[in-house]
């Protein structure tokens, strides 16, 4: 959620940054309320500080012999009005609350405008690959290896939906344990959350209220519960409502669950096989830092991001998002993107992003300085490290050999038994 301060001390040029994001919002209703409340406020110190004199005279009057039952009758008055008043304010915190909920994250300052047309590759590892062979998409491959059964899942599920079968299971889960040694090596906690979380969860997150249809929801369910879109939803908020000491900063987690996501709109040529699907599993990085440490944060998961596709030995770029292309709740994103050579793009494998204090504000989030004793909100960032199921089908398209074969990354062969090439089964 955005500060409400900085929204009261500049609302134009709020409004200009949040444009850059393609949210377009006059502040004017919001300023009005705030506006209200100040005087309410003022109002109701002004009668309780009435309240309070009229009280303290009470022992003089008695004392003089004075009637005090007009004293109480005046004091039950103002407290009456002062209830009154309470309950507007209770009425416009509400509604100030409602305002705010559904306006995104202000944009880092050095973001283009608009969307995916004004991202900016800003590095590149490798050179797209180029086959004396005709080669084959990773559909074709994964199918005459015997990595990949889409039929017969479509069969249990639908469509968007994949079976790793033998080879396929052990390629998919030596990946896995690839990022998971990776990320014990650098010193970051290993989590295994919940896969049913609750509202607050998504609300902490961003992605509720606004974004609720974009989940898979549970029916029937009181109180409300949804199957995680992203290992962050759940990681985000495992210090909601607590207050951390300055020392125990960074905190550093990753977490290993499967993704379950709504896909809207039909599924383009690129995003065959298993580029786009319902269900995927994931390594999610998290961390929580204090204001001065977002940016070194932010350039570690990119720098991890990036060196665990390197280690594949896969061609990858990572690209700058322009402030419309990043989701709702994050300032900055840059997306690591590998090279499909079946139809000459990149897509997306990691996107590492921060949401500065926004989720925090909206989870509680905080940590003492401890150099102030304050109070102060903590900063959240998270990146992919990695999702698989455009890792894999990268993998097995520029790995490929001539006779149909797929080279196993170095990386990837001591949690293959030593192999080093899958080969195409035999019919």
Known sequence: MI????IIENPT??????????????FTPFLNMVERRKQLLLKVEAAKAERNKLSASVPQVKKAGGDVNAIFAHVKEIMNEVAKDEEELAKLEEEIKTFLMPLPNIPDDDLLPGGKENNKTIYEYGEP?????????????????????????????????????????QLEWALLNFFISEHLKDGYTFML????????????????????????SLEGVSPKKFILPTAETALVNFHRDEILSEDELPKKYFAYTPCYRKEAGAYRTEERGMIRGYQFNKIEMFQYTTEEGDMPAFEELVRKACS????????????????????????????IEIYIPSVGIFKEVSSVSTAHDYQARRG??????????????????????????RIFPALVEQMQQEDGSIKIPEVLRPYMGGLEYIKPIKK
């Open 3 to 6: 500060d409400q301060k900085i």
């Open 13 to 26: 040029l709020i409004a200009e940054k949040l444009a850059k994001k393609g949210c377009h919002v006059d």
């Open 193 to 216: 959350p919940p896969h049913i979380l609750n509202y607050e969860s998504g609300f902490v997150a961003g992605q509720f209220p606004k974004f609720i249809d974009d989940v898979f």
């Open 364 to 389: 509680m989030i905080r940590y003492r300085d401890k150099k102030t004793n304050k109070v102060k909100f903590a900063h959240t960032l998270n990146g992919s490290g990695l999702a698989t199921s």
């Open 308 to 335: 665990l596709v390197q280690k594949l030995g896969l061609t990858f770029r990572v690209s700058k998002l322009a402030a419309e292309d990043i989701s709702a709740s994050m300032a900055r994103t840059y997306d």
């Open 129 to 169: 690959q180029k086959f004396n062979f005709k080669p084959k998409n990773h559909v074709e491959l994964c199918e005459s290896c015997g990595l990949i059964d889409y039929e017969r899942a479509a069969k249990m599920s639908g469509h968007g939906t994949w079976v790793y079968t033998g080879l396929g299971a």
